[in-house]
């Protein structure tokens, strides 16, 4: 009697343990599955801000790019960069395609400039006096 109430007690004890080891491989697998979600977070958050450096580099570069490439003013002829915007030299490129002509703003044609000066307010393209004559005649 007395050892099978020992028995019982042992069985109830192994039984004990084996919820507790459960227990503590269940918190394990949980604090290892936060951990591989803290890790990918990580990664995650380490990858978005690689894009965003590698998306802020490419316009730095676009940037550079642009403010290094020369033009010829359509009018006068002289060969400068967007760059000298710094000096006071602004440069307007018409939008059509074929043209892809650059100008200074004090070598357009009065008229040319106040039409630039409205389509910039209007946020719209911009055509030189040579490829579209028509924008240009006087009412
Ligand atoms: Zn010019
Ligand atoms: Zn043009």
Not at 8 to 20: G, N, W
Not at 21 to 31: C, G, N, T, V
Not at 90 to 104: A, I, T
Request: aromatic share 8%; with cysteine; net charge neutral.
């Amino acid at each position: 009697m007395e050892r099978e109430k020992t028995a019982a007690e042992k069985d109830r004890r192994d039984a004990q343990r084996a919820l507790e080891a459960d227990e503590r491989k269940r918190l394990k697998e949980q604090e290892e599955s936060e951990k591989i979600k803290r890790k990918e977070e990580r990664v995650e958050k380490r990858l978005a801000r690689e894009q965003e450096q590698k998306k802020n580099a490419d316009e730095k570069r676009d940037r550079g790019k642009l403010a290094n490439k020369k033009f010829t003013c359509g009018v006068c002829g002289m060969r400068g960069r967007v760059l000298d915007e710094s000096k006071g030299i602004v440069w307007f490129e018409c939008d059509e395609k074929v043209c892809g002509k650059w100008y200074h703003f004090e070598c357009l044609h009065r008229s040319e400039q106040d039409y630039l000066r409205e389509s910039m307010e209007e946020g719209e393209s911009w055509y030189c006096k040579a490829c579209k004559p028509w924008l240009y005649c006087e009412e």
